[in-house]
């Protein structure tokens, strides 16, 4: 008989977990296409919202205190509690009360790193703002050639002249103010210093908000690699740039030719005439939406291709028998050799080789085929731009696959019946562009349904707020994402519209992977680091 027994053991005490910590949502909020001279998107400059990390925190918080009044009820059911107020965008503020209007690197950075901005750019570069007091060893992260640096002008000014004044009230003694004189000259300012550290550390910076000439000017510039211009703001455009260009650049080691110009950058370039304006002054790229109002120089070359497509696309709106595509796919060469490119690569999943047209058609389906067609709509078969880098393609693509997406967010549909219609509301957009009619003419030979036709001219319904939400984030107009996300459509939120944007990115990406490298759609060089 044992003397002593086993001593059972009890099962660790486990202090009670508390409710679980809510991650940041994505900051980003949408990026503006900027395009050289050849048409090609050779970047986008990015735009974040700012307050995500704080709302985090306020939601963590929150939770906390709503942790601790369960457990107060527990204790004693008829305890008197104080709920805490909800935490939504609209509320959020900070310790001060004031609204939340920065965005810190830290919440680009995460963004950037977790959740694909990064990969969402492919080969283009990705501008994204930063502040004078952001210029520091935590900048060290980025990616210092995939993404360009933007400060303001007057952020730099201001920078240096509170060193000045700073400087000027340290030498109150006769001899320090004797040996601040006796100097070779006066000391390079500090901000000078951190941008030519990491300039020589090979990032590459974009000064902002210079409209003439000023003091100091020569010392600047040259740190910079590139210049936005405003030039609705610029009195004299032509001295500016010819100016500006006049600067020489310091040799840059990890440069290919380091006797390169400063680039300059047009920026709000709306419409035709601004971008023929910017182009005429030398400016070697531009940014903004100019591209998607009919200007007969920046047209597509459209003729009897295009219409054909449009017979097709027309045709398979309206359900058509196999035999009757089938012929309208043969007279549409460029949709006949795509399609028997998805076809092939479709058919090594569902092992079915297409022999001809009306396999391929069997293999992809109506649907692939049509969205094909609406994506060959926008793409110019003689450009010699690659699909991902064709500036219309791009913004009506990923608007269509964005609304697509989104609306799986409004319930049931949010009444829409299909999420296909929301794809095809984006996808239909901007066919005036393409036209010479009015959008609501050129939309009734399609046969659609009513509520498509007024989304797309009078922005009216579901259809028409998801399209209004998609045009906000194109142009990171924050505030009407806010309060079409907080009222039309309730159940959307902005880290919805963030992460969706985003995903759409990587179907369109998808979409365009199909184009063969020969003949109609020749591929233009990669982007490079430069603009030119």
Same mark, same amino acid.
């Given at each position: 008989?044992?003397?002593?027994?086993?001593?059972?053991?009890?099962?660790?005490?486990?202090?009670?977990?508390?409710?679980?910590?809510?991650?940041?949502?994505?900051?980003?909020?949408?990026?503006?296409?900027?395009?050289?001279?050849?048409?090609?998107?050779?970047?986008?400059?990015?735009?974040?919202?700012?307050?995500?990390?704080?709302?985090?925190?306020?939601?963590?918080?929150?939770?906390?205190?709503?942790?601790?009044?369960?457990?107060?009820?527990?204790?004693?059911?008829?305890?008197?509690?104080?709920?805490?107020?909800?935490?939504?965008?609209?509320?959020?503020?900070?310790?001060?009360?004031?609204?939340?209007?920065?965005?810190?690197?830290?919440?680009?950075?995460?963004?950037?790193?977790?959740?694909?901005?990064?990969?969402?750019?492919?080969?283009?570069?990705?501008?994204?703002?930063?502040?004078?007091?952001?210029?520091?060893?935590?900048?060290?992260?980025?990616?210092?050639?995939?993404?360009?640096?933007?400060?303001?002008?007057?952020?730099?000014?201001?920078?240096?002249?509170?060193?000045?004044?700073?400087?000027?009230?340290?030498?109150?003694?006769?001899?320090?103010?004797? &040996? $601040?004189?006796?100097?070779? +000259?006066?000391?390079?300012?500090?901000? *000078? /210093?951190? =941008?030519?550290? !990491?300039? @020589?550390?090979?990032?590459?910076?974009?000064?902002?908000?210079?409209?003439?000439?000023?003091?100091?000017?020569?010392?600047?510039?040259?740190?910079?690699?590139?210049?936005?211009?405003?030039?609705?703001?610029?009195?004299?455009?032509?001295?500016?740039?010819?100016?500006?260009?006049?600067?020489?650049?310091?040799?840059?080691?990890?440069?290919?030719?380091?006797?390169?110009?400063?680039?300059?950058?047009?920026?709000?370039?709306?419409?035709?005439?601004?971008?023929?304006?910017?182009?005429?002054?030398?400016?070697?790229?531009?940014?903004?939406?100019?591209?998607?109002?009919?200007?007969? &120089? $920046?047209?597509?070359?459209? +003729?009897?291709?295009?219409?054909?497509? *449009? /017979?097709? =696309?027309?045709? !398979?709106? @309206?359900?058509?028998?196999?035999?009757?595509?089938?012929?309208?796919?043969?007279?549409?060469?460029?949709?006949?050799?795509?399609?028997?490119?998805?076809?092939?690569?479709?058919?090594?999943?569902?092992?079915?080789?297409?022999?001809?047209?009306?396999?391929?058609?069997?293999?992809?389906?109506?649907?692939?085929?049509?969205?094909?067609?609406?994506?060959?709509?926008?793409?110019?078969?003689?450009?010699?731009?690659?699909?991902?880098?064709?500036?219309?393609?791009?913004?009506?693509?990923?608007?269509?696959?964005?609304?697509?997406?989104?609306?799986?967010?409004?319930?049931?549909?949010?009444? $829409?019946?299909?999420?296909?219609?929301?794809?095809?509301?984006?996808? *239909?957009?901007?066919?005036?562009? !393409?036209?010479?009619?009015?959008?609501?003419?050129?939309?009734?030979?399609?046969?659609?349904?009513?509520?498509?036709?007024?989304?797309?001219?009078?922005?009216?319904?579901?259809?028409?707020?998801?399209?209004?939400?998609?045009?906000?984030?194109?142009?990171?107009?924050?505030?009407?994402?806010?309060?079409?996300?907080?009222?039309?459509?309730?159940?959307?939120?902005?880290?919805?519209?963030?992460?969706?944007?985003?995903?759409?990115?990587?179907?369109?990406?998808?979409?365009?992977?199909?184009?063969?490298?020969?003949?109609?759609?020749?591929?233009?060089?990669?982007?490079?680091?430069?603009?030119?």
């Amino acid at each position: 008989m044992a003397l002593f027994k086993k001593k059972a053991q009890s099962a660790p005490i486990q202090a009670p977990r508390g409710p679980e910590k809510i991650a940041p949502e994505n900051p980003y909020l949408g990026r503006e296409p900027i395009i050289n001279r050849e048409q090609a998107i050779i970047g986008y400059e990015l735009f974040f919202r700012p307050g995500t990390t704080l709302k985090a925190k306020r939601l963590n918080d929150r939770a906390e205190v709503l942790a601790q009044i369960a457990k107060r009820l527990a204790d004693d059911p008829k305890a008197e509690v104080s709920y805490p107020e909800e935490v939504t965008d609209v509320n959020l503020r900070d310790d001060d009360g004031k609204e939340v209007t920065q965005v810190t690197l830290s919440e680009i950075f995460y963004s950037l790193k977790t959740k694909g901005v990064t990969q969402s750019l492919g080969q283009h570069l990705g501008f994204i703002n930063i502040r004078a007091d952001q210029l520091g060893d935590e900048l060290r992260g980025f990616p210092a050639m995939k993404f360009p640096l933007q400060i303001d002008l007057a952020e730099i000014l201001g920078a240096i002249d509170a060193e000045a004044k700073q400087t000027e009230e340290t030498a109150q003694a006769s001899e320090a103010k004797k &040996e $601040l004189d006796d100097a070779e +000259g006066p000391p390079v300012p500090e901000i *000078l /210093q951190k =941008l030519e550290r !990491l300039r @020589s550390a090979g990032y590459k910076f974009v000064l902002t908000g210079l409209t003439e000439v000023v003091d100091g000017i020569d010392d600047i510039l040259p740190k910079f690699r590139y210049v936005k211009l405003d030039l609705q703001k610029v009195a004299k455009p032509f001295s500016l740039i010819d100016y500006c260009k006049g600067i020489p650049l310091p040799r840059d080691e990890k440069s290919k030719d380091g006797s390169k110009v400063l680039q300059i950058i047009a920026t709000n370039v709306h419409v035709p005439e601004d971008f023929h304006q910017a182009r005429d002054l030398g400016c070697d790229a531009f940014q903004g939406f100019y591209f998607v109002k009919p200007d007969p &120089e $920046l047209s597509l070359h459209r +003729g009897e291709e295009y219409r054909k497509l *449009l /017979q097709l =696309l027309t045709l !398979l709106l @309206s359900s058509p028998e196999l035999k009757d595509l089938v012929a309208s796919i043969e007279a549409n060469p460029v949709v006949a050799k795509h399609l028997m490119v998805i076809a092939e690569i479709d058919s090594r999943r569902k092992r079915e080789k297409p022999e001809n047209i009306r396999d391929a058609a069997v293999i992809s389906g109506i649907k692939r085929i049509t969205r094909w067609t609406q994506l060959l709509l926008y793409a110019d078969a003689k450009a010699k731009v690659a699909l991902d880098a064709t500036p219309l393609l791009q913004l009506v693509c990923v608007r269509a696959f964005f609304m697509e997406s989104l609306s799986t967010k409004l319930g049931a549909g949010g009444g $829409l019946g299909s999420t296909d219609l929301a794809f095809l509301v984006g996808g *239909l957009s901007l066919i005036d562009n !393409l036209f010479d009619e009015p959008a609501r003419e050129l939309l009734s030979h399609f046969n659609l349904p009513g509520v498509v036709v007024d989304a797309i001219v009078d922005r009216s319904g579901i259809l028409g707020q998801l399209l209004s939400l998609a045009e906000a984030a194109e142009v990171g107009d924050l505030e009407k994402c806010r309060h079409l996300c907080s009222d039309e459509l309730k159940t959307v939120t902005l880290d919805d519209v963030a992460q969706d944007s985003l995903l759409a990115i990587k179907n369109f990406v998808s979409q365009t992977q199909f184009a063969p490298e020969e003949d109609v759609w020749e591929s233009a060089n990669s982007a490079d680091e430069e603009l030119a």
